[in-house]
């Protein structure tokens, strides 16, 4: 193979890994913007996806299509449960509080996922034919294509969502101002329930399109969770654009990285960038470090 | 002289505790409670006094544990020496992430901490010609005093609660100090802390490295005693469990950190008949005090006394 085959072919593996890392930010940005919590357990809302995909299809036997939306729906459950046992009850709890509940909730999810589905990595067979298709030297997978798609899929679905239907822009009023939006009669509990269930959504997409190519396991949520906080970070907390951009970038990064320096420290990329961004830029790339300022950190 | 009540009573039953537990199977747990309450205890000075929070002290725990075994087992440095090598290895190191890391704050601070041990964890797992990757490596000498070795559980349960007296001593005194008052403003308001001349980058990272410094001995005797290490003692739940540690056991507390250490250290002794399940109990424990209150065990037993107090002094009145 051509070195330029072969670097085309990390770009292609880069790019759909990292639409899993955008779509894991877009999870976060959505409750960030919301409630201005890092919700830990995002990574979870993945594996859970993932989780009930391989037993709808493998063990009831599901046409993907009809799997597809009911595993989405049950994570969805899973996320609202969440935010309404641990989180809505809260008055005013301070930003160590939420983080540690949030951890705790990924703890929990974590060990229930064990029991459910055993310490064992689950198959999911991939979405069409696993024939790689030629271009340019390299091959793409058609479940890279599925990635893809969805990816693009999920950002329309959110533009539409928050730009041209109520609810959407009132949980953009949310994000701007709580209390100016409470003013004007938004119910801002309600927002923050629904940013959980948009979030967990995304989390299940992700986490569906992904397993056939990863395999899944019970543990697996906490590192995407942690490369996608890296691309939501580096993108700018709370930028969906930035969120997108970031994710594929670092899934490009990584797999340069892994291909050409070392396939080791494969997992120490992310987390490098996102510590750089941290440290020079914590505005990120596409964010306003007014707005960040404006956010309390 | 009343202030040092408290640690004098703890001297007597650490003392005590091993004639009344005869089963040297307890006193091999208590050995790691005082290996966990060494790190808890000086973590509660960042988390709880300073209000900085850390997600990576693991990090520090096996950055000592591994310096020391490898000076010892690869080029023979005796087990002290190698000790205090990994004290000053591991300060060197915390300052020059400190610095940069505690500029931040909130989330990015917990995320920035949790990539740093993350970043640290895959460095002991795939610097394999160094530290035998995640296979870990074992036959780390014992520590020993002349010719008293510390090889069996009791001997090294003594050495290692005389560390956590000695450290309790010293960090009481940091609180009741110009440095704890000072963090304490931090932990109230940073800007007005900077505002009434604290210096608090400077303190935050004196804080910060100290913590990182006794994490690096509990490191250190955990190589030690263990003998053996691998890269999954420090990882990401390692550095999860420690902070659960402080916050269970009240973060603005000292005692408190004890406290969670010996719960949380000896927990996996009361759960193992639920086997794997230990670890739902675990975050429902976590979820539960973090819900119900915050301020950790030892501020339950503050509303109880302040109830109880407040009734006394109510009743003259009426």
Redesign the interface.
């Known amino acids: 193979m051509h070195s330029f085959s072969i670097t085309l072919q990390y770009i292609f593996t880069g790019i759909a890994v990292g639409s899993i890392y955008a779509m894991v930010a877009l999870g976060f940005n959505i409750i960030y913007n919301c409630t201005g919590i890092i919700n830990f357990a995002q990574g979870e809302f993945v594996m859970l996806g993932g989780m009930f995909m391989i037993t709808l299809t493998t063990t009831w036997k599901l046409p993907s299509l009809v799997a597809f939306p009911i595993a989405v729906a049950l994570v969805v459950l899973v996320g609202v449960g969440f935010e309404r046992i641990a989180i809505h009850p809260l008055k005013s709890p301070s930003v160590l509080v939420l983080i540690m509940i949030t951890i705790a909730g990924s703890i929990l999810i974590k060990g229930v996922a064990m029991f459910a589905w055993g310490k064992e990595p689950c198959y999911l067979p991939h979405f069409s034919s696993e024939t790689p298709i030629n271009f340019l030297g390299a091959t793409i997978l058609p479940q890279n294509l599925w990635i893809l798609g969805c990816l693009a899929a999920v950002v329309i679905v959110l533009a539409w969502f928050f730009n041209r239907t109520l609810v959407g822009k009132a949980m953009r009023a949310c994000a701007h101002n709580r209390d100016a939006a409470r003013l004007v009669g938004i119910n801002v509990k309600q927002m923050v329930t629904l940013s959980f269930a948009l979030s967990a959504a995304i989390g299940a997409v992700a986490g569906i399109v992904i397993t056939p190519i990863i395999l899944m396991d019970y543990q697996r949520g906490a590192m995407l969770a942690l490369k996608g906080f890296g691309a939501a970070i580096l993108g700018g907390l709370g930028s969906g654009p930035g969120a997108v951009v970031a994710g594929l970038l670092i899934g490009v990064l990584e797999s340069l990285g892994a291909g050409y320096i070392s396939s080791h420290y494969k997992d120490a990329i992310a987390l490098v960038v996102l510590l750089g961004v941290l440290f020079i830029r914590p505005a990120g790339l596409l964010g306003s470090a007014e707005i960040q300022r404006l956010k309390k950190f | 002289m009343k202030k040092h009540v408290p640690l004098a009573l703890f001297v007597v039953i650490v003392m005590g505790l091993p004639v009344l537990l005869k089963n040297p199977y307890y006193i091999g747990a208590l050995v790691f409670v005082g290996i966990y309450s060494l790190i808890t205890i000086s973590l509660s000075l960042v988390?709880g006094y300073a209000?900085q929070?850390s997600?990576g002290h693991a990090a520090f725990y096996g950055i000592g544990a591994y310096t020391s075994g490898l000076l010892t087992t690869r080029w023979h440095v005796s087990p002290w020496f190698a000790l205090a090598c990994s004290m000053v290895i591991t300060g060197i190191l915390a300052y020059a992430i400190g610095k940069?890391?505690l500029?931040?704050?909130?989330?990015?601070l917990?995320?920035?901490t949790?990539?740093?041990g993350?970043?640290v964890y895959?460095?002991f797992?795939?610097a394999v010609d160094l530290t035998a990757g995640p296979s870990g490596f074992g036959q780390i000498p014992r520590l020993a005093i002349g010719g008293l070795v510390f090889k069996d559980d009791i001997r090294f349960y003594y050495l290692v609660w005389f560390t956590v007296a000695v450290l309790l001593a010293l960090v009481l005194n940091i609180i009741n100090s110009r440095i704890g008052r000072a963090l304490r403003s931090i932990h109230g308001s940073e800007t007005a802390a900077n505002a009434m001349g604290v210096n608090t980058a400077s303190y935050k990272i004196q804080i910060f490295v100290f913590s990182a410094v006794i994490s690096a001995v509990a490191g250190g005797y955990y190589a030690h005693f263990v003998t053996f290490i691998s890269p999954t003692t420090f990882d990401?739940n390692t550095s999860?469990l420690l902070?659960?540690m402080v916050?269970v056991g009240g973060m603005s507390n000292v005692w408190g950190a004890v406290l969670g250490a010996a719960l949380l250290g000896t927990l996996p002794e009361y759960l193992r008949r639920f086997g794997?399940?230990d670890?739902?109990v675990?975050?429902?424990i976590?979820?539960v005090i973090?819900?119900f209150a915050?301020g950790g065990l030892v501020s339950l037993a503050g509303l109880v006394k302040q109830k109880f107090v407040g009734n006394l002094s109510r009743e003259p009145a009426a």
């Not at chain 2, 500029?103 to 990015?108: A, C, F, P, T």
């Open positions: 988390l209000g929070i997600l940069p890391v500029k931040l704050r909130g989330h990015y917990a995320m920035a949790l990539g740093l993350e970043i895959i460095f797992n795939s990401a999860i902070v659960t916050i794997d399940y670890i739902l675990y975050g429902a976590m979820m973090m819900m915050p």
